[in-house]
């Protein structure tokens, strides 16, 4: 204000009113106006110090995350021993997820129910409308695993075989830490001794929860 008028008559009253904003505003809402637009906004925007603190007095386990048994049944596919599962099936799942609307989700690869690779959403609907131009009978089988062979219909590359896990008994302060700072978009669930799957987390899933634990 002097810089702009060069009066000094104006400098603390405006040095009050914007004290007595800043006070009004802090004991309305303890969260920023970013903090509170990525909320409105739905991005899954994970403050880590925070978070932390919510699941420590929270005392939970990843297990509660863990999606209802229709949600997986939707999003795990079993690929027999050769490592190919029909077109339609996959055209299936792809149409189930963009019902979700969650636009960063996937499937989970399995066999006899053990985690063997997980292929994103997005990746999904690219290789069967794009690289499925050459290939549109829904009868066709696609190669998720294993090594292609000449003539196959193969998504294999898209296929992430190792995705991070963490066992589902563990304490929710280590899915914290893993999405926090190794930034992942989703995170599989396993039994606490072996491989076999439970579920999937997604960050805005925990994000979600977390929203939860303040009020």
């Known amino acids: 204000m002097f810089e702009l008028t060069g009066e000094l008559e104006y400098i603390v009253p405006h040095m009050i009113a914007i004290m007595v904003a800043k006070w009004v505003a802090d004991a309305l809402e303890g969260e920023g106006v970013y903090d509170l637009a990525q909320t409105v ?8 110090d925070h978070a932390m603190s919510l699941v420590q007095n929270a005392n939970q386990l990843v297990e509660i995350l863990i999606p209802p048994p229709q949600t997986m049944k939707e999003i795990t596919v079993d690929v027999p021993k050769d490592g190919m599962v029909s077109r339609r099936i996959l055209d299936v799942k792809l149409e189930e997820l963009k019902q979700r609307g969650l636009l960063d989700a996937g499937l989970v690869l399995v066999q006899d129910g053990l985690l063997q690779g997980y292929l994103a959403e997005a990746e999904l609907e690219f290789g069967l409308n794009d690289l ?8 066709t089988k696609v190669r998720l ?16 075989r190792t995705p991070l896990t963490v066992c589902a008994k563990a ?8 999405f926090g700072k190794l930034g992942l978009r989703h995170l599989c669930v396993v039994e606490e001794g072996s491989s076999k799957l439970v579920g999937v987390i997604i960050k805005k899933r925990l994000v979600v929860w977390l929203e939860g634990l303040k009020h």
């Open 132 to 139: 499925g131009k050459f290939w549109e009978d829904a009868a």
């Open 41 to 48: 906004l739905g991005h899954p925007f994970l403050d880590l």
């Open 145 to 160: 695993l294993g090594n292609a062979e000449e003539g196959d219909f193969d998504m294999s590359m898209f296929v992430d």
């Open 171 to 178: 304490p929710m302060e280590y899915a914290v830490e893993m």
